[in-house]
């Protein structure tokens, strides 16, 4: 039991990095956009990313909740209850709150013409901002209740 408990928790640290990295340079990748091509590449580049996101976060809710299957005392741990409502509140936000303003985004990209970069994308592009910057912060404060299990 201890060896697959050992694998699970090797694939859980594995998925964080490869899962939740990608994800924390989303912002910096979008923000570098100078035209509407750039703009555009930006947007290719962090949807072929957000794979590894999805990937990497479905084997970290997998992973972590089999070893609280198997260490049942987890659940009673506060760090890891946190964790799991923290990481579950994320999860909801994709589709409810960050896809739908992201879906506005994608639709000005694609029907503006020319290069110039339009107003209305940089009011779009500072709500994405701010979401995505709490999406973030919310995955930090998870890392670090893994590492530090404060409670």
Known sequence: ?????????FIHIFSAI???GPGFV?????????TMTE??????????????????????????????TLNT?????GWYVTSLILFLIALLMGP?????????????????????IP???LILAKKSIRLENLLNLIF?????LMVTKPY
């Open 119 to 121: 107003d209305a994308y």
């Open 18 to 20: 490869l899962g939740m």
């Open 1 to 9: 039991m201890s060896i697959f408990y050992n694998v699970l928790i």
């Open 96 to 116: 409810t709150v960050l896809l739908p303003h992201t879906n506005r985004i994608k639709k000005l990209i694609s029907e503006t013409k020319g290069e110039a």
């Open 39 to 68: 703009l555009r590449y930006s947007y290719k580049i962090t949807r072929l990313l957000h794979r590894f996101v999805m990937i990497g976060g479905t084997l970290l809710l997998v992973t972590g909740v089999l070893m609280g």
């Open 140 to 144: 930090l404060i998870i890392i670090a």
């Open 73 to 77: 005392g987890l659940f009673h741990q």
């Open 26 to 34: 989303f912002v910096f990748i979008k923000r570098t956009a100078q």
